[in-house]
């Protein structure tokens, strides 16, 4: 089985996301810009968890996350640029939440491209395939293992094969299902999800996600 | 029971809607311009159902629910300015789909407000509060009475009793639970479930709904 990096994977949805997927028994390098802080959030990961550079942890496997805050997201993509390789696909996880700038976490910047994730598409070398996904999956529910999952992750890309590639990795965590959303442009809609879902926590004190209705099989 | 006027209550969400809220016992006033169409549909749509000129079905309950196309929003809230009054809560259900102006229903345009919500909210005369809510049950499932509802319906508005009114009215139809998703400016993102829906109906070939994990016991 392949490895996973996890490029910011020491931030709450990577480290997560790391914790879920190695329990599942999918190998996983967390990348950091630290080499020695990714070392120690793979340790606490638990088994099948290596720790290193993002750069590092890039180059390990077909299917790289990303999942760091909006103002970092341009950089790391820039230090990517010369990493990632043809093939491979970048699952963007990103959400241009206005508190990038110190604003509200419940309002979405606007981003030129129509969404981060097209940022993103924008910025990745020829060859290397962007796909939007797991925006809505609480990162509080991840880290705490006893919580069971049980909800959709939304998946947008303008490729058909590397869509159904994250579905299928997506799925490796018991309890999460991966739905089709459409082309990369519909991002824009699944990363205006968290900023509402975070309007939905306050108001019900709680780490709401998402399911939908009237779709009993996904197709790819 | 107050009687509740449905704008637009011949196009196909708002007859939906006036034969389930007819079915669950709440009087339906459908509006539509013309008042003869208007009570074409109230036939159809059941006993407890009368069909207005959409002027004369707005002063017919505190509630009056908007579902109207994008394209006909401004113009109904023109000709509603004089009619509605204080204390009155308008239920915007629009969606600024590109279809407004023959553009794709997976996409959304931009309102100078941000939203339909606030668009209407700067349309109505003082003293009615807009509450948005209503965007993501399916039209063509509201329509098929055979088929049982099981999903939210998220509602953001300013005001916390006027949401509450309205979460208290959804949940007349069986099947659906309100959820309260906070200010008024959230109606952005709700707007952009509709396009998103669409998007993985396409994909799908269903009629999908939303429902939140994670919400046992909204808060309102």
Do not use: Y
Request: charged residues 20%; without cysteine; hydrophobic residues 45%.
């Amino acid at each position: 089985m392949d490895t996973l990096p996890i490029i910011g994977g020491t931030g709450a949805l990577g480290f997560g996301l790391a914790m879920r997927f190695a329990r599942a028994g999918v190998p996983v390098a967390i990348g950091s810009r630290d080499a020695g802080r990714a070392q120690e959030a793979a340790a606490k990961a638990g088994d099948g968890v290596e720790g290193l550079e993002n750069a590092e942890a890039a180059k390990r496997g077909p299917i790289v996350l990303l999942t760091v805050p909006f103002r970092a997201q341009s950089e790391n993509l820039t230090n990517l640029k010369h990493v990632l390789s043809e093939g491979q696909i970048l699952v963007d996880a990103t959400v241009p939440l206005a508190a990038a700038v110190s604003g509200k976490a419940t309002r979405l910047l606007g981003v030129p491209q129509g969404s981060a994730a097209q940022q993103a598409q924008e910025m990745v070398p020829d060859g290397v395939t962007v796909v939007s996904a797991l925006h809505t999956v609480s990162a509080p529910v991840l880290n705490d293992l006893d919580k069971e999952l049980d909800e959709d992750v939304l998946i947008a890309g303008d490729r058909k094969e590397p869509k159904q590639r994250v579905a299928e990795l997506v799925e490796r965590i018991p309890g999460l299902r991966a739905v089709n959303a459409g082309a990369l442009e519909a991002a824009r809609f699944i990363e205006g999800l968290t900023p509402l879902l975070i309007s939905v926590n306050i108001r019900n004190k709680t780490h709401a996600g998402i399911k939908l209705t009237g779709v009993p099989e996904p197709r790819w």
